[in-house]
Structure formats: structure tokens, C-alpha cells
């Protein structure tokens, strides 16, 4: 049975530092017909749940733990009766949005997930957030890049908890040394290519 990448976007808030800024989150499911792998939690349980339809999920993993990318996190585990993912270095973010529960499970740099008959490979790659990783799945030839790499480069540095020296380093030693005709399914926006990127960061 094929795995596939299915899409949708959900709108809502983002907030952190002070300020709010309406967002449009990319909803990224990988799996077969049976079972699938949901990639971050933004804003709607519901939005989510149709982009799932109906298939038995494995894990919530979690890019990077910024609240428009866990809000509805744990009200999605109750949905679904899956387990929230998350590398521990985002602890600090987390607990902004939900100080009172923790996630299942941690992540780590080279850990494979699988999925119906594929496998996807954690890729930490810090500098956006401590813990933001990435998600590669070669044998589909992409890349969830969360908030770290997106259409033009680089996600945000300007804010508590990021830098932009480790984010570049990051993209630098684990995205750039993907195929470069990878593509790059971000956390907001449209799809990219790594060789499109390679080109513009230099």
C-alpha cells in the first residue's frame, strides 16, 4: 500500500515575546490508506482530522514547539489516542503554551519513525527553536522543514529561544547535504527545492 503526502492549511495566531500575528499553518499527514503520521498541531483539531480521514495515527511529531505548531496537540491525542512527539530542548517553548501537560515521547537526532511502508528520519536541526527538527523521507523524495527552511530561506531568528548562526549551520549541515531535488514541504508557505534553496542562502 502506497504512502502518500496529503496537505491542508488551517488559520489562527501566532504569539510569543509579546506579540500576536494571525498565521496560516501548512497541515502536512504521511502515510498509507490505513495509518499516518500527523506533523505538527496548529490551530484546529478539525482541520486536522479531515486532512487524516479517518486512518489510525501513529505519532503527533512536532516540528518545533512554537504555540501555532502544538496548541491542539493534546486535544489531538485525546482525538486520535496518539502519542505528541517533540524534542526535548523545546521544553522551554512548550511550557509557554501548555505549562500543565507534557508531551509522550522525545526525539532525537537520526531516530526513524515508520509508517506504513516507509521510514522518516528526525533531523535536528536547532537555530528556530532548541529542539526544531526536520523530517526527511528519501524514499518520497521530501523534507518537513517545520519553521527552519522555507521558499527564501532561513525561518525567523528574531525572537526568544532562536539564532541565526545555528540556523544556518543547521540547514547547512543537514538539508543541504540532502538531493537537490529534494523537495521541501515548510510549515508555512509554498514548497521549495533544497537545490532552490542551496542557491539562495550560498
Known sequence: MAVRVDHGVTSGT?????????????????GDDQECLVIDAPHSVEDILAVVDGRRVKAIVCTHAHDDHVRVAPALREAVRAPILLHPDDRPLWELTHPDELWDADLSDGQVIGVGDTEVTVLHTPGHAPGAVCLSVPSLGCVFTGDTLFQGGPGATGRSFSDRPTIESSIRAKLFTLPGET?????????????????GLG
Open 183 to 199: 523537495i521541501v514541504h515548510t510549515g508555512h508557505g509554498d514548497d521549495t527545492t533544497i537545490a532552490a534553496e542551496i542557491s
Open 14 to 30: 501566532f504569539s510569543l515575546d509579546g506579540e500576536t500575528h494571525q498565521v496560516d499553518n501548512n497541515v502536512w499527514v504521511i
